[in-house]
């Protein structure tokens, strides 16, 4: 079998640092040792790399991202293809995208639709949640069935009313079935029927500008509709998941269920850690770039964030790429922002950016691979297939430069979209080489990949369940 060996290099994990020789048969790691010891030195590989001052990490699990995804009128401008390839660029081995079900459709059919897109395109490894747009006896019982089948999360929309909005009774039997199955609830945790009208009365006032966007979905609306998401899972005796939250009351309302005892969990995203309201408030319509929802909030919100991936309150950090490009897409909303595809690209940023945190003290070297890699995997229940470098576990390992300097840019990124939401950024920190289930996919500034070697990856249920 073609062996690799990765030579001296930091090894990484959620759980240690350790300067050790990472042994690769295969697509699978099947040993570590300390560098320069006896066992070490005795291993042969027809390929070597040297991984001296450099840190070997577990490849990204960005457990939240559109490629393709249809919304506002457009589709978001990264294929499976292009947006996969540029994943494996930052750093990422793994996605879990969104299938959606459309309302008047099944989940099946929704299902074999995002598998017709992936299949056969990817670069690196992705599985599938399911947001459940249209909550009826025949989708709760399909919950089932794709459980069984490995896509093992829901996604259900407290936000855009008549697309993929769910009431809380609805909600409340989708907790229920998924309390019975072992599916997971994600939630977009936004009052969208209050938005609704906050919307047309801004856009009546002439209050058009994107800035507006982040005005109408207010703070409140979405620590409100957080708070009626944990009562809901308490009442239905579920787990829940809230997708990318920006709002310090947010975090708080998470926070105060998990001292109750609640299996509450949250995400956000670095869009929340790292931008504001000041750019949506960027002049000539360029805060248009920064749409998304929930939106970017003050200043102000991203310490209460910062701590509370410190502390454990949320757990992962994700991307939510939802790319459209500024030409011809989020163009669509001049002159009415409610008209603006939702959604910020990122998902070649993610790792460069939370390492870039850790250069700033804000978190350290294993809470970096631990809300980037490991929790994600056990959350969505691929650990420790993914989300660490351990024997038995799939070869998806990334050499990390983390003394390079480079400047992130649309001009050199490599996701299929116009324009960076963090354009001149500077980062300190820079993937070197990618290996995605034991081919090298990414070496000096080259890719070496190719669409079709990522595979569909049935998931267990949430490892972070008793
Ligand atoms: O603005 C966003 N987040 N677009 C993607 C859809 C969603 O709600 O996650
Ligand atoms: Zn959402
Ligand atoms: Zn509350
Ligand atoms: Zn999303």
Not at 119 to 135: E, R, S, T
């Amino acid at each position: 079998m073609n062996r690799t060996v990765i030579r001296g290099g930091l090894v990484v994990t959620a759980a240690e640092e350790m300067h050790a020789d990472v042994l690769i048969e295969g697509e699978k790691v099947v040993a570590l040792a300390a560098y320069g010891s006896a066992a070490a030195e005795s291993w042969t590989a027809e390929k070597v790399l040297d991984a001296r001052g450099l840190y070997v990490i577990p490849g990204g699990v960005d457990a939240h991202t559109h490629m393709e995804l249809p919304f506002g009128g457009t589709f978001a401008s990264d294929t499976f293809e292009t947006g996969t390839r540029a994943a494996a660029w930052g750093g990422t081995t793994t996605i879990v995208d969104f299938a959606v079900q459309s309302v008047g459709s099944s989940l099946r059919e929704g299902l074999d639709a995002w598998h017709e897109k992936a299949q056969g395109n990817c670069a690196i490894d992705y599985g599938f949640h399911m947001i459940l747009a249209d909550v009826t006896e025949h989708s709760l019982k399909e919950m089932d069935l794709l459980v069984a089948e490995g896509v093992t999360s829901f996604k259900l929309f407290m936000a855009y009313p008549g697309v993929f909005y769910s009431d809380d009774g609805k909600i409340l039997r989708a907790m229920q079935r998924g309390a019975g199955n072992g599916g997971l609830i994600m939630m977009h945790a936004e009052n969208g029927i209050a938005i609704d009208v906050l919307v047309e009365q801004a856009l009546a006032a002439g209050r058009t500008d994107p800035r507006h966007h982040g005005e109408v979905r207010r703070e409140i609306l979405e620590a409100e509709a957080t708070h009626r998401a944990v009562k809901l899972a308490q009442v239905a005796g579920a787990p829940l998941y809230v997708v990318h939250v920006s709002a310090a009351s947010a975090v708080d309302e998470l926070a105060a269920a998990r001292r109750q005892g609640l299996d509450v969990f949250g995400e956000t995203c670095p869009q929340y850690l790292f931008l504001s309201t000041d750019n949506l408030a960027e002049p000539g319509f360029e805060g248009a770039k920064y749409v998304c929802s929930t939106p970017l909030r003050p200043r102000e919100h991203q310490d209460a964030l910062w701590r509370a991936l410190r502390t454990g309150d949320l757990q992962v950090v994700s991307t939510d790429h939802c790319p459209f490009c500024f030409a011809g897409q989020k163009e669509l909303g001049r002159g009415d922002f409610s008209k603006i595809p939702n959604g910020l690209p990122g998902v070649e940023n993610r790792m460069d950016l939370l390492h870039q945190a850790v250069v700033e003290g804000r978190i350290s070297r294993r809470r970096w691979i631990e809300i980037a890699c490991a929790a994600p995997a056990r959350m969505f229940g691929l650990y420790p297939r993914k989300g660490t470098i351990a024997p038995g576990a799939d070869a998806d390992v990334v050499l990390y430069d983390p003394t390079v300097r480079q400047t992130l840019s649309a001009a050199t990124h490599h996701m299929n979209v116009d324009y960076s939401a963090y354009e001149g950024k500077e980062i300190t920190g820079k993937v070197r080489t990618v290996l995605s289930r034991g081919t090298v996919v990414i070496e000096a500034d080259a890719y070496l990949g190719r669409a079709g070697h990522g595979r569909f990856q049935p998931r267990a249920t949430c490892q972070y369940l008793a």
